[in-house]
């Protein structure tokens, strides 16, 4: 039962990865239900059967449980007979003739937001190498699923203030969080996500029909973004990860596409003519 949403795309890909790195036969996983304390196995790779579709893993139960439980990695050489899990599951597990398994926490914010599996159909240690393959399939998840929080958050904080006399103070919020935003998307890897977010941009900047004149390349409004946030050339170039003479040159490109002759009257010009909010 695959689930068609980006966080179950992430969950699908990390499984692809760790059989692809430890060579492992079989790995399924699955997010923490909202609201609930247990997790529900959405994604199978490898798997002969449809025992493990949609099996939800209560918290303190089973292995997995047991790993979403003490947040941390957790596994077993024979599920089956290990002493050191509870054994709710083993019938599917057997199902899928499942021996040697590790459960690895997906973990955002101190919050377990779900579980990686891997597994052997042989009863057989699982070494170093797999396990840390695991961990690091767990890893990626996490930090793609921080990236869509932060920019869902930054999103939320740059909704145009209602309707009244200006606010000048929630005006720069906005340009805040539009430089936050356009600094964020050259980290996200999934073009989709991207591309949304930057059209999500482009609606916080548009203040009316665009001026004619050449057209900015979308690198020279991250840094003219950041640069009306008030950062320094050094700082713009941290944010977007660019060394400062990169920063430099795009700024002078905007300087000259603008007509501007100093970073602020560049900043000014570039809000007028719809580059900036």
Known sequence: MAVDTADGVEIRGALVRLRRATGLPVAFGGLVEAGRRQVRISELSGTATAALSALAVTSGNGLGGRAVALSRPCAVTDYSVSAQISHEYDRPVAAEGLRSVVAVPVVVRRRVRGVLYGA????????DRTLGAAVAAARDVEQALVLREETEEL??????????????????????????LRALAPRIAEPELREELLRACGLLAAGGEPEPGPRPAPREVDVLACVAAGATNGEAAQRLGLGAETVKSYLRSAMRKLGAGTRTEAVARARRAGWLP
């Open 120 to 127: 052997l159909r042989t009863a057989q240690p699982l070494g």
């Open 155 to 180: 999103l939320a904080a740059a909704r145009p203030p209602a309707p009244g006399p200006a606010d000048a103070a929630a005006r720069e919020r906005v340009r805040e969080a539009h430089a936050a």
